[in-house]
């Protein structure tokens, strides 16, 4: 699971937080950030730099014209690939998270309501 990333020295995985993608020239950067642990004023972070995979395109099929292009290195496609999936995922468990509590906190209002309710009941029976 998460080979590329595993392959390029990532190896904690489960406390990346975000990345960024950004292309310089004829190389993409990949910066990868990890939750700030307890006590550490900056988080850690790894860089990457990749060149960019060339081709060439026809622009002019009459005129055979063709045209070098660039584009992110399969390599690196693959490391987003999996990064999203780790990003997301994070997300995913934040949001769920964050429902529960929400929930719980219904469910201690409805129960304080017929807690006092019930007490209510109680004192009128005296």
Partial sequence: MYETLQEM???DLENIEKYTLR?????????????????ELFSHSMKFR???????IRIDSG????????????TMQKAVEELDQIVSHE????EIKA???RDLDHL???????????????????
């Fill in 91 to 94: 997300h995913d468990v934040l």
């Fill in 23 to 39: 292309q310089e020239g004829d190389e993409d950067i990949l910066k990868i950030y990890f939750k700030r642990k307890k006590g």
């Fill in 50 to 56: 990749h060149g960019r995979a060339k081709k060439m």
């Fill in 99 to 101: 429902q529960i509590l």
């Fill in 63 to 74: 005129k055979r014209e063709y045209r070098e292009v660039s584009e992110i290195s399969p």
């Fill in 9 to 11: 020295g990532v190896t």
């Fill in 108 to 126: 201690e209002k409805v129960m304080q309501r017929k807690l006092e309710q019930l007490r209510s009941d109680v004192e009128r029976l005296q």
